[in-house]
T-cell receptor, first 115, second 114 residues
């Protein structure tokens, strides 16, 4: 069974440019999460989809970030325009259920560097 | 509000020695607690989780953790470190009552010295 995949693995862009990250969850997982880890800090929750709907987007830093999940399958996270402080590793995770004890399966992350 | 504190961003142990990674949590309601591991160039992998059953939880690769409510701790241990244990370890907390987002600690990098 394929795990959570993310594309690209690395992205280097200049300040002001746009970047789109993609996440493909495990097949059948309705719950999809985005997290971000800025260097040296904790992994922080960004948002949670249940199918194509946003369940919780309380962690999104500002309106330069736009997440979508078309048809409840893969998800994209677009940063427009990118700023220096957006650099970090963006993780995607998916799970079957969304209860408190659920196991989230993580992708390898996309390392974003904004110059 | 919930939070997680991991003591020590870097821990070094000799191969064969005890591994002890510390995690303290803060939660106003009974927590669910997790340890994840991230090997280089890979995603986070669940090591073990506590969901209010047995307080001593056994996970993969010989790791275990004990939930101590009185100390608000969930330390990760392994009796004998292997070189393959070198990775970054994250403690995380959420709590019961339907959907709850996960809060992570800052991570501890484990170095195993031959």
């Amino acid at each position: 069974e394929a795990g959570v995949t993310q594309f690209p693995s690395h992205s280097v862009i200049e300040k002001g440019q746009t970047v789109t990250l993609r996440c493909d969850p495990i097949s059948g997982h309705d719950n999809l999460y985005w997290y971000r880890r800025v260097m040296g800090k904790e992994i922080k929750f960004l948002l949670h989809f249940v199918k194509e709907s946003k369940q919780d987007e309380s962690g999104m830093p500002n309106n330069r970030f736009l997440a979508e999940r078309t048809g409840g399958t893969y998800s994209t996270l677009k940063v427009q325009p990118a700023e220096l402080e957006d650099s970090g590793v963006y993780f995607c995770a998916s799970s079957l259920t969304s209860g408190g004890g659920n196991e989230q399966f993580f992708g390898p992350g996309t390392r974003l560097t904004v110059l | 509000a919930q939070s997680v504190t991991q003591l020590g961003s870097h821990v070094s142990v000799s191969e064969g020695a005890l591994v002890l990674l510390r995690c303290n949590y803060s939660s106003s309601v009974p927590p669910y607690l997790f340890w994840y591991v991230q090997y280089p160039n890979q995603g986070l992998q669940l090591l073990l989780k506590y969901t209010s059953a047995a307080t001593l939880v056994k996970g993969i690769n010989g790791f275990e953790a004990e939930f101590k409510k009185s100390e608000t701790s969930f330390h990760l241990t392994k009796p004998s470190a292997h070189m393959s244990d070198a990775a970054e370890y994250f403690c995380a907390v959420t709590y019961s009552g339907g959907y709850q987002k996960v809060t992570f600690g800052t991570g501890t990098k484990l170095q195993v010295i031959p």
